[in-house]
Every structure is written in structure tokens, then in C-alpha cells.
């Protein structure tokens, strides 16, 4: 019960009882479940089948882009899941097919790969068409593996259609599950049944968690790709000096510091996603998908050039999502003295909303300074997962509320009552008070909570409960 009153209090409201303090407030370390260890179920099958369509209906919001063509779909993407009160990671796949060559090939690869790490996979097959040869490729595949194979028949819309599932039968992986992903027709049972064979952690050899997530995010040519090859050693992304030559994210796990990092090297975003067409309106989807899924951005900025409307679009992006937060400035090295007086301007006036994102100066192609990114996410990530204990909150506010009271509304001065942090990732406070906070004291309040608590490279949301008025409750 507690997950529902979290999310029910994060957002402004009222509250009338001091009962709902308790609600919300967590002892240390009381959303440690949030941050452990939870096992993968991949979702493959051949080319539109509804795989991402079923993955939306899985995690209940439209996140995984989804048309009615093949080849949508081409990495494996990752989304957080929750059923009956238990959480996992559904990994969404391109399209799979046996024999495929060039750019299918990599799509294939990465559904294998899915394959072998997750803890179960749901094989989807399109019920109308029937079982064909490549999914009876990708069945004798499943057959083989001693990771759990849930069969899905999906687009069972009606009785008529169910009449055709018994045939699939014949693909040797037991029952098959008849769902409608677009109209939600048997995703519970379904959900009930992955939930059966999905361990209560993650197999063993696969990490705990995973390796910390990273988004590599900004314009087109701006040297996200450059810098993704500089920090993994090697050409893994395409690089050229014409804009646009990523399309889909680029996974890599890349060893800094000592330990592993997932770095996602994003399309660059050009226009409004209301604006975009064709593949970059999907380039632009699947970037905002990326950052949803990071844990932390890097925003790669061309220091030589000035700040653009772009950047700070995808600086919003980032924002919204509530994501921990690195800006490079990259191609330093084209920098001379009188432009880094125009760019201490320009992030004086531009980068006012994000006064709190981490900083490093870096030149992606002579690898300049690229090892200041370590500890510049390490202090983002850590700011993003930091929980301050109630008692030691409320001390800090009685004392900054009693120096600085509100502002006074409608001839009355709003208390503040208590506080207590609602969540982590981002940190995510909640106030009780009995009148309504001005948007500049809940600013100020977040400026002070940063210098005491320091919540460097990390959003802070700041949410306010005000009490209701006693002829409201009498009633």
C-alpha cells in the first residue's frame, strides 16, 4: 500500500489528518527495494508480431514506439515492470529472423543476446497467420535453452481466432497464451503466468542491477558517437562529419573506473518530435525512450559554437524525465579565450534551469579531460540516489522556515507542518503545510536544501500538501 500513497502524495493536493505524515514517512534506506536486483524478461519474435505493442500493455504506458511496419524495433530496449506488487525489467527486441543479413543481422544478434540473458522469454507469434518457418527457427532455439519459454499467441481478438491458436501447439514449447496486446484480452493471465516462472532474483553470472545506465544525448555532429568510440576503445558507434548518422541508440557496455558502465549513444535531435518525420521522428522517439530508461545524461554541447535551441530542448528532455545530469562541452580544444568569455555568458543566461548539473570540459576526438566523466556521474548518480532520514529533515526546515518565513497569502502566514522525502531517483520531497507556497519559496527552499544536503548532478522536486479547511472536513 505504501507504492500507492507515494505516487498519490508526490503531486500537490490537501491533506486532513496527521496520520498522513506516517504514510510518508520512510525510515533510511526505506526504498532500497526500488534499487535491487530484479529479473529480465526478453519478449522476442519474428517482424511484426506486436512485440513492442505487448511490452506497452506489460508496463502499462505507451513507451516502446510502435507502427504498423517491420523493422521498427531494432535494439533492445529496456522497461521497468510491476504486477501484483512485484517488480522486473521487460526487454523489448527487434524483430528475429534466422537468415538475416546487414542491418537485420545486428537486430537479430541483439534478440539473441536477449535470449541468453534474460531469466524468462515470451515467444510472440501472430495467431492469424499461423506458426511460420522463422518461428519455427526461433522455437528449436527456445528449445534448447533452460531459461523458462512462455508461448504467446497474439491478436486473438475474438472466439474466431482462438479456434486457430490450438495449432501452435506444434512449435513444442507448451501451451500457447491467447492475448489481444492491443485491446489487453488475456495480458492478466498472462502477466499471472510470467510472474510463475520469473526466479525472485536474477539468474546467477548476471549482475545485481546491472551496470549503471548513461544516456549520450544532443544535437546532431556534436561527438556523441566520437566519444562513445574514445571511451570504449574501439569504433562502436559510426562516425562521420555529416549530422544524423545515428538513428537508433547505440548500446555499449564500457569499462571506467574500474567498473562497467551502459552507455546508450543517441540520435541527435533536430526538430520538435511534433515536427519530425519519417525515421527521425522514430530517432526522436527512441532518443526520449533512451533518456527514460538512463539513469544519468550526458549532454554533449559544442563548446565552439554557441548555445543552441536545440541543446536546450534536449536539455529539457532531460529534465522532465528528472534524470541526473553531466554537461560536456566538447571540441574544447577549438576554444580560445575570447570564446570562453561568450560561453561563461551563454551558461549564465541559458543554463539557468539547470544551475545544479555537473560540468566537465572535454574533447571527444584527442580523448582531452574524458576521464573527468567518472567522478562527475559518480556525484550526479550518487545526489540522485540520496535519502535524507525525516528527523534530521524537519530539524533543518524548522530552522530555515523560522530565519525565512513564506511569504504571507490572503493576509495569513502559511506553516509549514512537516516534511518528508517521498522518493528517490530523483529525490522527491513532499511539505504538509496549511496554506499554499509561492513557486519562489518552494525555489528558495530547494536552493537551501542543496547547500545543506548537497544534491549536486541531481533534479529536486519539491511538492506541497496543503491542509484542508475544517468546514471542508466537517462535511
Known sequence: MTEQFTTEFVSDGTWSEES??????????????????????????????????????IIGRREAVVEDVPGVTRDRVSYEAN?????????????????????????????????????????????????????????????????????????????????????????????????????????????????????????????GGGPRRVALVGKPNVGKS??????????????????????????????????????????????????????????SLRTRSAIEAAEVAILLIDASEP????????????????????????????????????????????????PWAQRVNISAQTGRAVQKLVPALDTALESWDKRIPTGRLNTWLKEVVAATPPPMRGGRLPRVMFATQAATRPPTFVLFTTGFLEAGYRRFLERRLREEFNFDGSPVRISVRVREKRERRSR
Request: proline share 4%; net charge negative; aromatic share 4%.
Open 20 to 57: 498522513d505524515w506516517e504514510i510518508l514517512d520512510l525510515e533510511d534506506g526505506g526504498d532500497e527495494d526500488s534499487h535491487a536486483a530484479v529479473p529480465t524478461l526478453a519478449v522476442v519474435g519474428r517482424p511484426n508480431v506486436g512485440k513492442s505493442t505487448l511490452v506497452n500493455r
Open 83 to 207: 504486477w501484483s506488487g512485484r517488480r522486473f525489467l521487460v526487454q523489448d527486441t527487434g524483430g528475429w529472423e534466422p537468415d538475416a543479413k546487414g542491418l537485420q543481422q545486428s537486430v537479430a544478434r541483439q534478440a539473441e543476446l536477449a535470449m541468453q540473458t534474460a531469466d524468462a522469454i515470451l515467444l510472440v507469434v501472430d495467431a492469424v497467420v499461423g506458426a511460420t518457418a522463422t518461428d519455427e527457427a526461433v522455437a528449436k532455439v527456445l528449445r534448447r535453452s533452460k531459461t523458462p519459454v512462455l508461448l504467446v499467441a497474439n491478436k486473438v481478438d475474438d472466439g474466431r481466432t482462438e479456434s486457430e491458436v490450438a495449432a501452435l501447439w506444434s512449435l513444442g514449447l507448451g501451451q500457447p497464451h491467447s492475448v489481444s496486446a492491443t485491446h489487453g484480452r488475456g495480458t492478466g493471465d498472462l502477466l499471472d503466468e510470467v510472474l510463475a516462472a520469473l526466479p525472485a532474483t536474477p539468474r546467477e553470472g548476471i549482475p
Open 226 to 283: 566520437s566519444l562513445l568510440n574514445k571511451l570504449s576503445g574501439g569504433e562502436r558507434s559510426v562516425v562521420h562529419n555529416i549530422a544524423g548518422t545515428t538513428v537508433d541508440p547505440v548500446d555499449s557496455i564500457v569499462e571506467l573506473g574500474g567498473r562497467p558502465w551502459r552507455f546508450v549513444d543517441t540520435a541527435g535531435l533536430r526538430k520538435r518530435v511534433s515536427h519530425a518525420s519519417g525515421a527521425e521522428f522514430y530517432a
Open 307 to 354: 548555445i543552441s535551441e536545440q541543446d536546450l530542448r534536449v536539455l529539457s528532455m532531460v529534465a522532465d524525465a528528472g534524470r541526473s545530469l553531466v554537461i560536456a562541452f566538447n571540441k574544447w580544444d577549438l576554444v580560445d579565450e575570447d570564446r570562453r568569455l561568450q560561453l561563461d555568458r551563454e551558461i549564465d543566461r541559458d543554463l539557468v534551469r539547470v
